[in-house]
């Protein structure tokens, strides 16, 4: 009992503390979380479309077989008396049997004229079997391919027989003549309808299934066995495509009922509407109709085809319920073959449906074939009886008063029924029975608005709704409604058409071939309206001039160019995406669009979207422009000028924030190099020869000229489970322990303080190149050759190259792509890769064929490597090994350095020693055709010098980034429903709920401990040995989860379980390293930005949970780096560097969640403001000094930056100044490297700096003195300062970590570990406060990660 009562206790105490957490998280924003992050930048899987009728028919030629014999009954069916008499309305005892037959067939020949007026009629009355031969193969031959309607009438003939026989007479009618319905079958011939009115009919459709079986077999043996006799015989005609409806089964009679005519079945498919009327006056209810009678009926005012008399609008609500009940009980295919694909079967079918309800009721079961499951009890049909009886009500006052007549309202209710469907449903269920309604109610004005309507709102469901739109049949109906000219219909349409296109973009045919795309362009060209419907047009628009020829052209006529030019500075940003994508698919390999743009000056318009602040519209800029210089007609030398403009004005973009524009770019600039091909493969030739010649003292790069082919079969290194993009560590320990033991070995690299430049490095990274993965040798140009040509390339003599001139736009091309394909972010990359690589192998494939074909040499795969053992310790310590295909599992074999004496046959190829930014060929499968089975695996190593058509083709094939069909999406999504993060009842906000109240509970909590104030902060929570040396630390905010990080990989530990949470390679290239780390929507969905000395910066979700890390986004922070000193030991060194003032910060950042905005700096003389929900630079505030900057710290609230230098000196700059007075204060009294600038969050905050020597200085922002100074501890290599508690913390070089108050006092020394050797503390390689805890993490040369807190009574 007692626990039930704490139970119910506790949700009041969460409540209680609900009402006074504060909330402000929810107005936080949230960091990289659009579509483009959580998505896969691809198109949809295109839906096989099946509503299109592939086979439309017509039935052309209709066979009326009425055998009557009028005056005597059949000898095998004993009538009743009275007994039903008329025949087609006749009764034919009224007139003379001659006279009786030929009205009764001109009868049948008018109800049948009614649903197909077009068709060929032949009637044959009491025929003899030769005249319905004569009748059949003529229709036959007639209507060639196209449908045959065979109506049989058996009302004065015997029952068909068991043996599939039907009756006729003979000449002079004393005989009845059977004949057989395989003949029958033979002389019609396929496709046909067969419509049998007589009792036992069932026995035709059972032996007429069985003859056709029998012609299948037939069939089949004549083609297995050519000299059978059947083969010999013409061939029968399969009969797959007949359909026959009965009236009644095999074993059963016609009711012979005196009210009912005696053609029941014939009455039901021809006059549906008459017989139900009599029907239903005959029911009981009828009755409830006063007045009504069955001559009443007969003067029912209006015809059947006129919608506003009551006639014409029973027909059309009879129409519109057989029709949904057929919808909704078939099957789609069957209902599509049956109900869509030929006018006069749809009616008959439709009919049908109401043969089998009126004639069950006198015990009659009609059957068809293909057969249908019953539909006499559908619930449609009471809505049909309330139209009849409403209807019928009228009749009276109508005919005697003359009285107006009230529509029935039917299709009014009707759409509310599917207007509740759609705003009450959920959404997995069956779909609305009023969708065919919907259909027939399109055809009335009066309702018209109101079903477009509802019908673009159930388009907005999704895919499948469009697609079972379509099914229905809707096309036709909203293809004519592009006829009118009724402004109110227009918003509807838009979207509709849309919504359609975005599903099935075939359509782009039926709409240009009825002009349809006029419509569109006079919606796109109309100002008044909203913007959303102009960008529906537009996508409109660019489906119709997607890669359709006849589209670009119509297009282009109706001045396309011109109104989408007009609407690039629109406010509206899907609308300026989309008229870019339009632009960018109208001139797309179509010459003339072109022109017109130059002529509109298109290409210099669109430059102003390059820098648009939303990135998928910067992206659509580049691809409309990429399309623009990627025509491949003749050039003359103006249109050589615009595309060298145009890649000029792409090249900009090089470092954008968002990786999708810089895949844009890559695939608009390959473009351009596949126009000019040939220049770039002079270009490729010289930076090639020019990275031969880099000097370089390693014996290791000698380069055979000519041996541009990879070497294959390296040895194996140790391989590590690979991440999305780049290569995972979490069950690698294994290997990943291995390598730093190996390279704990290495100590020339690793030990002492050697920096070493990037020449050095070159050295070493090449030596060890060997190593790659066995996927890389696809690539001519590795990776690292491509770096380094990138790094020569900025500092070397290439302007005294002859032929291209050293500004050339091909060579400054050229380096962009070098760039591009050393981004952080794979996928960039790769296809800048790719670009490079396909113009190298031309560029050697046509320079020095014989070169390549004749190295015979390496035909052996011998271990090319080099013979110093060292590297390859080297290598196998550095980073983590790149990714590859074949061998993700995990060997732990030791490489083995070559035997002495083996020298290699030529220089060790290029891989990538990227860790896995490698080519990412894992990612992407490449034909091998492409640059291999060269002369290390085959002799005639003629065969792989493609064709250059052939080659081209590859890299042009390949390229496209998917975006415009992933913006597509868009519109085929549900626009109008709530997204789930603003639904207050969806998971996803209340896990939000969930983690905000967590937050305000954290932050409450530790608030309580700070106030009390902390007096010792050494009790050792958490110990722990990382896999790499701990070089930057952070806290998570909220979760108990702490990310270290070594050179270039992560590790994340649970410190509350004391369990490692997840370990993973950053992916930095090896002479780089991880110098900082931010959480992003540390509130809500974490995300980890990394950040390298290279000025690149990552993004990562999914890390520290059971999935694989993702790469969220990459982009190049600062793009001009240049590091003085990466030496791996840098910690060690660090003492001994700042107090010489030299050495490198590496990149610090500073990041403002409440603002989205990103403060990047370090070996660069300016602050670089990045916007992340731009993804883009905003702001780049120069320094004003020679040093790098140390440190960064931010306050939102006053827009100021504090920044600490390596002079020592501690610089707070004002961001809403302009670039050379927002420095607003200097303050230079410390001597050396500044370790901290922190500046404090509150109003009147102080900045706080430390510079390596120890002293702490409190500055007031307004006076240029400090206002206090503390020594501490000399020797500093790292510090931080706690947010809350007024702490702070120094690790120094000589092993012990002291924690002072802001007095100055220390409150805690730290020199050795807890525990049972109480090992001494390392060299402290850096220190981190938690946010809000009291909780300090330390990290030490010697590995070892440890969390130290406040005394366990406090906590």
């Known amino acids: 009992m007692k626990m039930d009562s704490e139970l119910l206790l506790s949700p009041a105490i969460f409540l209680a503390e609900e009402e006074e957490a504060d909330m402000s998280d929810w107005n936080l924003p949230l960091a990289f979380m659009k579509k483009r992050h959580s998505e896969k930048i691809e198109g949809s899987k295109a839906l096989a479309q099946s509503w299109r009728m592939k086979d439309r028919m017509k039935t052309v030629s209709v066979a009326l077989v009425l055998c009557l014999n009028v005056g005597v009954d059949p000898p095998d069916v004993v009538k009743t008396s009275p007994c039903a008499r008329l025949e087609c309305w006749i009764d034919p005892l009224s007139m003379s049997p001659q006279k009786a037959l030929e009205t009764i067939g001109a009868n049948l020949q008018k109800q049948y004229e009614n649903w197909q007026p077009r068709a060929r009629y032949k009637q044959s009355l009491d025929p003899t079997v030769d005249e319905v031969k004569k009748l059949c193969t003529s229709l036959r031959r007639n209507a060639k391919e196209e449908r045959v309607l065979f109506h049989y009438n058996g009302h004065g003939v015997p029952r068909p027989t068991v043996n599939g026989e039907i009756w006729v007479f003979n000449k002079n009618y004393t005989q009845y003549i059977p004949l057989s319905v395989y003949d029958l079958q033979t002389w019609m011939g396929s496709p046909s309808i067969f419509v049998y009115d007589c009792s036992n009919a069932g026995i035709i459709v059972k032996s007429f299934k069985q003859f056709a079986l029998q012609r299948e077999q037939e069939l089949e ?232 309507d509802l019908l673009g709102r159930f388009l907005d469901l999704g895919p499948w709704a469009v697609s079972l739109a379509l099914s229905v049949g809707i096309f036709p109906y909203v293809l004519k409604l592009l006829q009118s000219s009724a402004r109110e219909l227009r918003p509807l349409l838009v979207f509709i058409w849309a919504k359609i296109l975005a599903v099935d973009s075939s359509c782009q045919a039926d709409l240009v071939k009825d002009n349809g795309h006029k419509y569109f362009l006079s919606v796109l060209a109309d100002p008044y309206m909203p913007a959303e419907h102009r960008t529906m047009a537009v996508f409109i628009l660019a489906v119709i001039v997607n890669s359709y020829t006849t589209g670009q052209e119509a297009c282009l006529q109706g001045n396309l160019i011109a109104i989408c030019l007009e609407q690039l500075s629109d406010p509206h ?133 000519g041996n541009l082919t990879p070497v294959r079969d390296s040895p194996a290194i140790p391989r590590l489970r690979s991440v999305n993009s780049y290569t995972n560590i979490r069950a690698a320990t294994t290997a990943r322990n291995l390598n730093k033991s190996l390279q704990n070995l290495n100590l020339n690299e690793e030990g002492g303080p050697v920096a070493f430049s990037p020449g050095n490095l070159s050295t070493s990274s090449s030596a060890s190149s060997t190593l790659g993965s066995p996927d890389n040798d696809e690539y001519i140009l590795s990776f690292e050759t491509i770096d380094k040509m990138r790094r020569v390339s900025s500092y070397s003599s290439l302007n005294s190259l002859i032929g291209v001139s050293f500004n050339s736009v091909y060579t400054q091309i050229w380096r962009v792509l070098l760039h591009l394909a050393a981004d952080p972010f794979p996928e960039v990359s790769d296809l800048a890769m790719k670009v490079l690589n396909s113009i190298a192998y031309k560029a050697t494939m046509n320079a020095r064929p014989q070169r390549i074909l004749d190295s015979g040499s390496l035909t052996q795969s011998a271990p090319a490597s080099p013979t110093s053992k060292g590297a390859h310790i080297h290598q196998a310590g550095g980073s983590p090994p790149m990714p590859s295909a074949s061998s993700s599992s995990l060997t732990n074999e030791v490489p083995k350095p070559p035997t002495r004496g083996e020298q290699p046959p030529t220089r060790p190829p290029y891989t990538p020693t990227l860790g896995g930014q490698a080519p990412h060929s894992h990612q992407f499968p490449r034909t091998r055709k492409m640059f291999d089975k060269g002369p290390s695996g085959s002799e005639q190593a003629g065969d792989d ?170 982009w190049q922070g600062l793009s001009d780096m240049l590091p003085t000193t990466r030496g791996l030991a840098r910690r060690v060194s660090i003492y001994l560097d700042r107090s010489k003032g030299q050495g490198g910060a590496g990149m610090v950042v500073d990041w403002e969640q409440e603002t989205g905005l990103l403060m990047t700096s370090g070996d660069v003389r300016v602050i670089r403001i990045w916007d992340t929900e731009r993804e883009m630079k905003v702001q780049d505030i120069p320094t004003g000094a020679d040093s790098c900057v140390t440190s960064l710290s931010c306050d939102s609230q006053r827009s100021l930056i504090a920044a600490g230098l390596g002079d020592g000196s501690v610089r707070l700059y004002d961001r809403r100044m302009g670039a ?122 010697d590995y070892y990660m440890s969390i130290y807190s406040a005394e366990k009574r406090l906590r």
């Not at 370089?696 to 055979?704: G, I, Q, Y």
């Not at 070089?1293 to 503390?1321: C, E, L, P």
Request: hydrophobic fraction near 40%; charged fraction near 20%; glycine fraction near 4%.
């Open 945 to 1114: 010098a493609d064709d250059p058509g052939g080659h081209k083709a590859y890299m042009n094939a390949n390229l496209s980034t998917g975006l415009c069909d992933w913006s597509a999406k868009y519109f085929a999504q549900p626009v109008m429903k709530i997204p789930e993060e603003h639904d207050v009842e969806s998971q996803v906000r209340k896990e939000r709920e969930w983690r905000f109240l967590r937050n305000a509970r954290i932050r409450k909590q530790s608030q309580r401990i700070t106030q009390r104030g902390v007096t010792r902060l050494d009790d050792q929570i958490f110990i722990n040995r990382n896999p790499g040396v701990p070089s930057v630390v952070k806290f998570h905010p909220f979760n108990p989860c702490i990310a270290v990080a070594d050179k270039d990989s992560i590790c994340f530990w649970d410190w509350e379980k004391a369990e490692r949470l997840d370990y993973f390679y950053n992916g930095n290239p090896r002479y780089t390293r991880i110098t900082a780390m931010e959480y992003l929507n540390g509130h809500d969905y974490s995300l980890l930005l990394t950040a390298t000395d290279d000025g690149a910066l990552r993004i990562w979700k999914n890390f520290a949970d059971q999935r694989n890390p993702e790469m969220v986004t990459a």
């Open 221 to 452: 043996v004549a083609a297995i066995n050519p000299n059978h006799p059947l083969a010999q015989m013409p061939l029968p005609p399969s009969m797959k495509n007949c359909i026959q409806l009965a009236a009644c089964e095999a074993s059963e009679l016609l009711p012979m009922n005196p009210d009912l005519p005696a053609d029941l079945f014939t009455s039901c498919l021809t006059t549906p509407i008459k017989i139900a009327l009599r029907w239903f006056c005959m029911q009981k209810s009828a009755k409830l109709v006063p007045g009504v009678t069955l001559d009443l009926i007969e003067k029912i005012p209006g015809r059947l085809n006129d919608r506003r008399t009551p006639l014409g609008e029973l027909n059309w609500i009879f129409t519109a319920i057989t029709d949904t009940i057929a919808w909704n009980v078939l099957p789609r295919d069957l209902f599509q073959k049956l109900f869509r694909q030929d006018l006069l079967v749809a009616s008959l079918f439709r009919n049908f449906l109401l043969a089998e309800r009126i004639m069950r009721s006198y015990n009659c079961t009609p059957v068809s074939s293909p057969r249908l499951p019953p539909t006499y009890m559908h619930a449609m049909w009471q809505a049909w009886d309330l139209a009849v009886d409403i209807c019928l009500s009228q009749l009276p006052t109508i005919i005697e008063e003359g009285t107006a007549f009230r529509h029935s309202p039917f299709f009014a209710e009707q759409l509310t029924a599917f207007q509740v469907w759609l705003t009450m449903g959920v959404e997995n269920r069956n779909p609305p029975e009023q969708l065919p309604i919907v259909l027939q109610v399109l055809l009335s004005q009066v309702h018209r608005l109101r079903a477009l």
């Open 1220 to 1341: 050379n007075e927002c420095r607003v204060m200097t303050y230079r009294e410390h001597s050396s490297w500044v370790v901290k600038a922190h500046l404090q969050k509150q109003t009147d905050g102080k900045v706080i700096s430390v510079s390596v020597d120890g002293d702490v200085r409190f500055f007031e922002l307004r006076s240029p003195d400090s206002v206090n100074v503390l020594q501490t501890v000399k020797g500093l290599t790292a510090l931080d300062i706690h947010p809350q508690a007024n702490l702070f913390a120094c690790g120094s070089m000589n092993q012990f970590i002291a924690v002072y108050n802001s007095n100055g006092d220390v409150i805690s020394n730290i020199k050795y570990y807890d525990g049972f050797m109480g090992q001494r503390i390392g060299a402290i390689s850096c220190l981190a406060f938690h946010p809000y805890w009291p909780h300090l993490a330390v990290g030490s040369n």
């Open 573 to 705: 940003p899907l609308l300026r995406q989309w008229v870019a994508v339009c632009l960018g698919r109208i001139w797309q390999n179509f010459d003339s669009a072109r022109w017109c743009g130059v002529r509109d000056s298109a290409h210099e318009k669109l430059y102003s979207l390059l820098s648009d602040p939303i990135p998928e519209v910067r992206c659509a800029a580049v691809f409309a422009l990429g399309t623009f210089v990627g025509n491949s007609a003749e050039r003359t030398d103006h249109s050589t000028t615009i595309d060298h403009n145009v890649a000029m004005m792409l090249a900009q973009l090089i470092n954008d924030g968002s990786p999708v524009v810089r895949k844009e770019l890559v695939v608009a600039l390959s473009h351009l190099v596949v126009q000019y091909e040939s220049n770039f493969c002079t270009v490729a030739l010289q930076f090639m020869e020019e990275e031969k010649n880099y000097a370089v003292p390693s014996t290791a790069n000698t380069l055979e000229p």
